[in-house]
């Protein structure tokens, strides 16, 4: 029995350690199951029994979002049949813990004001007395993580109830489950509407109730407002069943289907707001709107919408463009005029338009277009949203409204209907129009014209302006939901459409209301840097110190930040950040002082690169005190990179496995020479390097030996390292052109190719003009001999004039034997006049003992280490780290990796050649400047990503000019002596770490079978597997074989980051036999990552004659000498086209049963035969289809009536051509009169007659076999073996059917 007031569902009575009281409704071990994670108090309650015989002072401790009431307004009016089933109780489980569930019914009805209200620390009980109190727990949900899109799981809180008597405890822990809920709407935009509706008429639509978390709730749904209460009867919601609804229970990730039915009343516009409601959580409220406008009669449509009804930006973050696309189709007869607007929430949203035709191929050029008119950062676009080639847009200022609406529409459609005529004359004056859209009212701001039949698409795009920090929904999602109405009208003659309709005046009667609702969830990025003050303290001069920034995304959308500071002493990671939601980051500042300076200070920009509102500055603090004297370097020499004076080189972003190339000068600040060691130090061995540049001259003004070396060894590398792939080039385009050659034309002579070839590459190329070496020479292919060695320049074409490859110079005896190599070294490129700058220069030929005369090198030698240089500044400047990704065509890109490739490989040249040497001792004239080349080629594997570079270079002085001490006593009161030392200086050598991972997504292509000149297409998958944008050069072997092998374009490009790209080709053997070829894929940024695709296939010789069926059955036959059974028709087809001859011969065959055999034999009149027994298949043929023609008339099939018609007329005009083609080839008979010779014309045929006889011997209906041998009268090697069988007839039979 329950005691009163108390429960009879949960008989749990537990008592205290000593026995003084017990609890009941409160075990040891408690498990609270579903509770509403919303805010509002969940109440258990429980009660306390005195046991003793005398008063007892209970004492209440609870922790966590626990607390205990004595009394409760709420509990305290729940009736005594809701009290019974207010508690679910489940058995307990194995460990003791019993599972309890309140109902969350009864707890809706609660007020929150009493459950406010403070709770006790302690009871007083009389003897045997018992005590109600109320348990009360609460979560709120923003304790929990959540946002729009996640999946709200079960949390669990822990919490600990202890019940004391002075000594005896009684201790309860609580665990708790707890969901917040979340009601979602399907369709997103949570809008309906119902354009165009006729009176009378009864339109449905669907709307989807969901639950997006794993607890059940309840919902309701009420009208909150309507512009028609009379009118609100015919607007129907109903369930699965057909039963009206207003509300219900969803489960965990359940949902339900609400169908919208409405039945027009009168003509005009209706509309209703509802308010779906989340029972379990107030907080969590969804509006509907239902839309319709209604007419008496029902128009024709003149427009169709081709893209979705609802469009959802998605998750979209504050600063950065999302566009989606909107096509139109007009399906009526004329052109229609659409014009647009926007009602809705578009507060903070700035809006552009751009209108393309749909169909169209987007050029690359347009996508930069597009990237500018969107955003001068970049132009994010989301996943699905089509966005290239659209039309710049132009910007319409707001007079004070929240969002602006731009765009400008273009006059050219796809469609199918002509460009002139009143129409497209109409479009061609249509102007867009704009207005300023203020908070939630409608502007129309463009006009848009499509033909008839014509497609077009609008693209719209949003951008959300980035809010305030003091606002309430700072960093959080907020839900913004607006509508874009689209009016079609029919475009009038030429004359130009109406003024557009003023905002809130009602639209012309003619138009034609297309509406589609659009919604996104709006973040703005914030984020938080501390510490605000970096304070470094004391650092001694050449002494690197480092502190840590961090800095905190408090967004639920990932922000991107990037470190803005203009300091030769402070450093840091200049590369934007991306930091995750709610996730922070780490940013290393290091701090390197160049001289003393008592007071620095110095500030830091952490910019929000999305909300720049919220850009964050540092202070930066220091003293700079120099107590070991590396401040007196600066006394000497002064380090600049590449004009500043600073103590480090920044390479930014470097790829691993690739080398980059940084200048530092070192400038020397005497009147004397200095001499200074370099030492490279690094934690990777070999990871970077120091080199200077070869010494034109001595001191003495001569030219040094290395010098020479360089000169002659520079253009013999050039030469061999075959820059820009042109031997492949110069393949594929004499290729091409053969093919694009009419059949028959003689081919160009080779001088000519070659100089067309010159011409071409000329303009094609967009290739440094300063290389040293003549790139026309190299690409007529010269470099794959000796250069030209000729007296008479009159033997090459007049269009190779301009080359200037010159003869040896003749030594004193008139000889050249002494030189080998003669190079034209030019200053500028021009194709119609000879050079004017062009350097000769004659290189010696490399004998052990000789000595060549080099007198007159000096200008030639002076002239390569001129150009070395220029190559070297070349690198310098224009060799990419990270490569760009936008160009104005296909070639532009191409021309692009190709520089890029050779500037990684003049890299090698400069070095092997001898150009660049290690630096180990500079020397530096008086008041002259040395650069040093600091050379940095990170190794190591993809987990090296990500992280920084640290190296050193230090320079020792060796002389020290004895004439600067007077100047240092006076200029730090400290001299020289004889033997002080300058410390080492130390100078920093930083870099950001990438990595550039390529795939391909087929290592092995195999075409199989095919004949030879037969094309094939196929393609290569280059997927780029990092962020870093990837440069990849696709190559061949250069064996006969990969000459087949044709690449239209993107040989050489550069794929964005987690992206990939389709690069096809075309492959056409000319010869047979088994392809295996390798086409390599090399990564430019990483010579490691390089891939290899093999293209296999099996290339057979091309048949010269067909043969229509190899297989011939005769049917049953008669034994004995004589032809028997029905003649066959062997068809045969010459497939070349010159005239062949052929031989048919019959050929013994292995028999059949018994020992029979069965022999071919050609009747006296073989053609003429033949000739009927094609007829007689055709006419049979042709019967049927009249036959099948007959009833698909009568049954009105006008589809299968076109289809007989068009097989009739083919058998006809194929069975007139056949005895044409018949009629032109000749049959012969040989001397033993068992062949045929065949005489075919070009793309001729004949038809043979052939009957069969049988040996006798064999018994009723065994199977026989023979064989016909087709070949050419001089080719036995290629023949085709034509199968006859046969079944042998029964000898009674015979008999009989003779007798008779």
């Given amino acids: 029995m329950a005691e009163q007031g108390q429960p009879a569902n949960y008989p749990l009575r537990q008592q205290s350690a000593e026995g003084q009281f017990s609890v009941r409704g409160l075990p040891p071990r408690v498990h609270l199951d579903r509770v509403y994670m919303n805010g509002l108090h969940t109440l258990l309650p429980f009660w306390i029994t005195n046991d003793t015989a005398h008063e007892l002072v209970v004492e209440l401790e609870t922790t966590g979002a626990l607390k205990v009431q004595e009394q409760n307004a709420n509990w305290s009016a729940v009736g005594a049949a809701q009290r019974e089933a207010y508690v679910d109780v489940a058995p ?18 609660y007020s929150e004001v009493f459950n406010q209200l403070g709770g006790i620390a302690s009871v007083k009980l009389a003897a045997h007395e018992t005590a109600e109190l109320v348990l009360l727990f609460v979560v709120d949900a923003a304790d929990a993580d959540g946002g729009d899109g996640q999946r709200y799981e079960y949390e669990t809180f822990r919490g600990h109830v202890q019940v004391r008597a002075g000594a005896d405890t009684y201790v309860v822990t609580l665990r708790a489950s707890a969901c917040r809920t979340v009601l979602e709407m399907d369709p997103p935009t949570s809008r309906i509407y119902v354009d165009d509706c006729v009176t009378g008429r009864t339109y449905e639509r669907v709307l989807r109730v969901r639950n997006a978390s794993a607890i059940g709730l309840d919902w309701t749904m009420t009208v909150v407002e309507t512009t028609d209460s009379a009118s609100l009867s015919s607007l129907q919601l109903l369930d699965s069943d057909m039963q009206p609804l207003s509300g219900g229970h969803l489960g965990a990730r359940s949902d339900t289907q609400v169908l919208v039915r409405y039945t027009a009343q009168a003509a005009g516009e209706f509309l209703c707001r509802f308010l779906v409601e989340n029972s379990n959580d107030p907080a969590n409220a969804r509006y509907w709107v239902f839309r319709a406008r209604a007419s008496q009669r029902q128009k024709p449509r003149r427009v169709e919408l081709l893209s979705d009804a609802d469009i959802s930006f998605g998750d979209c973050t504050s600063g950065v463009w999302y566009s989606r696309d909107i096509r139109f189709k007009n399906v009526s007869d004329t052109a229609v005029v659409m014009r647009f607007r926007v009602e809705g929430n578009t507060a903070g949203l700035t809006m552009k338009s751009a209108v393309r035709a749909d169909g169209t191929d987007p050029g690359a050029s347009d996508v930069p277009a597009l990237a500018e008119a969107l955003t001068p950062r970049r132009a994010s676009l989301a996943d699905d949203g089509g966005s290239e080639g659209l039309a710049a847009t132009d910007d319409i200022a707001s007079e004070g409204g929240s969002a602006e609406l731009s765009s400008r529409a273009t006059a050219a459609d796809d469609g199918a209907a002509g460009g002139s005529g009143a129409g497209g004359e109409a479009g061609r004056r ?27 698409t609008m693209t719209l795009a949003l951008m959300g302006n980035p809010i305030s920090g003091a606002s309430v929904s700072a960093g959080q999602f907020a839900r913004q939901s607006f509508t874009l109405f689209c009016e079609a009208s029919t475009a009038t003659g030429a004359q130009p459409t109406p003024t557009p309709t003023p905002p809130g005046m009602a639209a012309e009667r003619s138009a034609e209301r297309l509406s589609v609702p659009c919604t996104a969830n709006m973040c703005t990025p914030f984020v938080r840097v501390t510490p605000a003050l970096l304070e470094f303290g004391s650092v001694d001069v050449g002494t690197l110190k480092s502190l840590w920034l961090r800095v905190e995304n408090l967004a639920q959308v990932e922000a991107t930040v990037q470190c803005k500071l203009d300091s030769k002493v402070i450093t840091c990671t200049r590369v934007p950040i991306t930091i995750a939601p709610l996730q922070s980051a780490s940013v290393r500042v290091d701090i390197y002082p160049r001289r003393i300076n008592a007071r620095y200070r110095k500030q830091i920009i952490v910019r929000n690169m999305h909300n720049r509102h919220n850009d964050n500055v540092v202070e930066v603090r220091s003293i700079h005190v120099d107590r070991r004297r590396v401040a007196y370097h600066n006394l000497f020499y002064h380090t600049l990179v590449p004009n500043n004076e600073q103590n480090f080189v920044d390479f930014g972003a470097v790829p691993l496995n690739t080398r980059s190339l940084r200048r530092v000068n070192l400038h020397n600040v005497c009147r004397c020479p200095l001499s200074i060691e370099v030492a490279a130090d690094a934690a990777d061995a070999g990871a970077f390097a120091a080199y200077v540049r070869v010494r034109l001259r001595d001191s003495a003004g001569r030219l040094t030996d290395a010098a020479r070396h360089v000169a002659r060894r520079l253009p013999l590398l050039e030469r061999q390292a075959a820059m820009h792939s042109n031997i492949e080039r110069f393949k594929e385009r004499t290729a091409g052109e053969a093919e694009a050659r009419p059949p028959g034309s003689p081919s160009p002579p080779r001088r000519a190719r070659a100089a067309l070839a010159l011409a071409s590459d000329d303009d094609r190329l967009a290739l440094p003009p300063d290389m040293f070496i003549d790139k026309s020479i190299e690409r007529g292919h010269v470099c794959l001999s000796p250069f030209v060695r000729t007296r008479h320049k009159s033997t090459l074409p007049p269009s190779l004039a301009y080359l200037d490859v010159a003869p040896a110079a003749s030594n004193a005896a008139g000889s050249t034997s002494d030189y080998k190599h003669v190079v034209r070294i030019r200053e500028h490129r021009d194709a119609d006049s000879h050079p004017a700058g062009a350097l000769l220069l004659t290189l010696p030929r490399a004998e052990a003992g000789a000595t060549p005369d080099t007198g007159g090198d000096d200008e030639a030698v002076a002239g390569v280490i001129g150009r070395a240089e220029q190559i070297l500044d070349e690198i310098i400047d224009r060799l990419d780290m990270v490569p760009q990704t936008l160009f104005a065509s296909p070639e532009a890109e191409d021309a692009y990796v190709r520089r890029q490739v050779d500037l990684h490989k003049y890299i090698d040249l400069l070095e092997e050649s001898g150009y660049l040497r290690p630096a180990r001792r500079v020397r530096l004239a008086a008041l002259g400047t040395e650069p040093i080349i600091v050379m940095l080629r990170p190794a190591g594997a993809a987990d090296r990503a990500g992280q920084r570079f640290d190296g050193n270079l230090y320079f020792r002085l060796v002389d020290r000019p004895g004439d600067l001490a007077t100047y240092a006593d006076k200029a730090h009161g400290t001299a020289f002596g004889s ?106 940024l990483n010579a490691h990552g390089s891939k290899r695709a093999a293209l296999k296939a099996v290339v057979r010789r091309p048949t010269k004659f067909y043969i229509q069926s190899l297989h011939l059955d005769f049917g049953e036959v008669e034994a004995g000498r004589r032809p028997s059974g029905d003649a066959q028709v062997l068809a045969i087809k010459n497939m070349t086209a010159k005239a062949r001859r052929l031989v048919v011969r019959p050929q013994a065959a292995g028999g059949g049963d018994a020992g029979a055999t069965l022999e071919a034999r050609f009747p006296a009149d073989v053609a003429a035969q033949a000739a009927r027994l094609v007829d007689r298949e055709t006419e049979e043929k042709i019967e049927a289809l009249e036959q099948k023609l007959k009833i698909a008339v009568r049954k009105n099939r006008a589809e299968k009536v076109d289809k007989y018609r068009a097989k009739l007329g083919k058998l006809r005009s194929g069975g007139e051509q056949a005895a044409a083609q018949a009629a032109q080839a000749q049959v012969r008979r040989l001397a033993d009169d068992r062949q045929l010779e065949v005489e075919l014309a070009a793309g001729g045929e004949a038809s043979i007659a052939v009957v069969v006889e049988a040996s006798a011997g064999g018994r009723s209906g065994s199977a026989l076999r023979g064989a016909l041998v087709v070949h050419e009268a001089k080719d036995t090697d290629n023949v085709k073996v034509v199968e006859l069988t046969a079944r042998l007839k029964g000898q009674e039979r015979s008999s009989r059917q003779t007798g008779s």
Avoid: W
């Fill in 92 to 109: 307990a489980v194995a460990d003791g813990e019993v599972t309890m569930a309140c109902s969350a019914t009864i707890q809706r009805e």
């Fill in 430 to 456: 249509l102007a867009a129009r704009g207005r300023a859209v203020h908070g939630h009212k409608a502007a129309l701001f463009d006009e848009l014209l499509i033909k008839a039949g014509a497609v077009r």
């Fill in 979 to 1084: 033997t002080d030392q300058l410390p080492v200086r130390r100078f920093l050598v930083q870099a950001s770490l990438l990595h550039s991972e390529l795939e391909i997504g087929q290592k092995s292509i195999n075409v199989g079978n095919m004949q030879v000149d037969e094309p094939s297409h196929k393609y290569l998958v280059v997927q780029n597997r990092s962020e870093t944008p990837l440069m990849y050069a696709i190559r061949k072997t250069g064996s006969i074989a990969s000459g087949d092998i044709r690449f239209a374009d993107n040989r050489y490009g550069v794929v964005r980051g987690f992206d990939s790209r389709k690069v096809g080709f075309v492959f056409t053997p000319s010869l047979n036999g088994v392809y295996n070829e390798q086409i390599s894929i090399a990564n430019v």
